[in-house]
């Protein structure tokens, strides 16, 4: 199951468990158990500290991991390699009694959750948004005894998948109830649970000197540059980390051939928490007020004052806003087709957008899918002349051109999409599963109102210093009216913000 590379890692893996380990085993006679069974034989020969024991479980092919005595209630249902195999190392590592890498506060905050809870995430192998939560709930069960959590490959259980109506992952459920859908963080899953950070908390912090609102590389690089000039600095984001989490490879950030989103939101993570730097994650601001300070009214109530303010909200994936588009996202509405597309498995899917990330998509999805139809609404396609050689290279791709979307249809979940072709208002339907919305993006500054000058796209309009129309506001990345939007600009321009705001505060 393991090639040598895969299998030199895990050894300098195995080496760190600190105690013995035994994995409760339940396979039958399909591919996928004989699968499980080897690459557990595998692991049990790789180090002494594994012992397999062969038992019925809920679900058969899985395994549970184990102290020797103790169920800890993490269970694998479908083999955790491709983006699992971290997964699978961390729960290895963790059972064995090393200390999760979580902050003390969050530990803490877990082990005193009461009550019974049993997760069970719908993962697939390709979906990079998936690992980040089958660990949470794994440390979970891990530090309380009263949770278990269970990750399920929906390629595996496809019956219980499509049962259940689950079209994107990965989507948990929590005691046999829908608990959330998509990429979800330790501290999101727990704030989702009513164990969040507390408004009183924030309410009552002291004025920064730069307060920046947005944690994604804008907002990361503007925080590093206004700490290292030794001024008091806070970071307010909604979710760290911001679209790269939602990104798969990264080729273009310079001087790291190749990276992956979540990969590069960890480091900025752990970049921002070397310096002194208040972040505060998972809250969203929704009011900004200039008076003698800069007042920051967050959700929860909570009003955080500031001399600057750099504002670095980014944006979002753009709607299609048409009937069916919001009744059934997530029940075959979907937007990153790195995660749902496995989901959608010898079905035919609809993309909307003839752009470059409409046509990535489709390309994507060609590969998995029956069939694929591009619906572009203008005469031509966007894309790099490239991408559409590939794709008209493909054989199940069809392209219609100068076509309005309508209406998404359903009944439960997606059934197909009516649309209009423009030269002749005839109006078409065709009958499929999914459909991927690839428009583009919006800027997330619908929270400013009219605070702070902004464009008619709703970006926020900046001079070459990142200063808006009010003193001691700045503004950086993909929220303001910058020409490109990539990761590198975000970057810079949120260095740049940072530096005119130390300017403004020396001056002022
Ligand atoms: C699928 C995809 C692939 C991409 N691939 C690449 C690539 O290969 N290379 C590249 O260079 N670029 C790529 N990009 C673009 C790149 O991700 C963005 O340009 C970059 O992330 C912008 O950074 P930002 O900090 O301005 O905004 P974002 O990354 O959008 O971050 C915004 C931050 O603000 C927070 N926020 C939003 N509203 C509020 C609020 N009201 N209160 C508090 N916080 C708030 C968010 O939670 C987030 O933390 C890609 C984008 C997508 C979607």
Redesign the pocket.
Known sequence: MLDADIKAQLAQYLEMMEGDVLLKVSVGEDKVSREMASLVDELATMSSRIKVEMVDLERTPSFSVNRIGEDTGITFAGIPLGHEFTSLVLALLQVSGRAPKVDEKVIEQVKNIEGEFHFESYISLSCQNCPEVVQALNVMSVLNPNITHTMIDGAVFKEEVESKNILAVPTVYLNGEPFSSGRKSLEEILAEMGSGPDASELADKDPFDVLV?????????AAIYAARKGIRTGI??????????????????ISVNRTE?PKLAASLEEHVKDYNIDVMNL????RLEKKDLIEIE??NGAVLKSKSVIL??????RNVGVPGEAEFRNKGVAY?P?CDGPLFEGKDVAVIGGGN?GIEAAIDLAGIVNKVTVLEFASELKADSVLQERLYSLPNVTVHKNVQTKEITGTDSVNGITYIERDSGEEKHIELAGVFVQIG?VP??D?LGDAVERNKFGEILVDKRGATNVPGVFA?????DSA????????G??ATASLSAFDYLVRN
């Open positions: 609102v947005g944690g994604g590389p804008a907002g990361a690089s307010v984001a909604d979710r760290f980390g911001g679209q790269i989490l939602d990104t798969a490879a990264i080729e273009n950030f989103g809250q969203t601001a929704k967050l959700e670095s909200t980014g944006a979002r994936w990153c790195h990330s993006l997330n500054t929270w950086a990345g993909d929220c303001t490109y939007k990539q990761i590198i600009i975000s970057m321009s949120g």
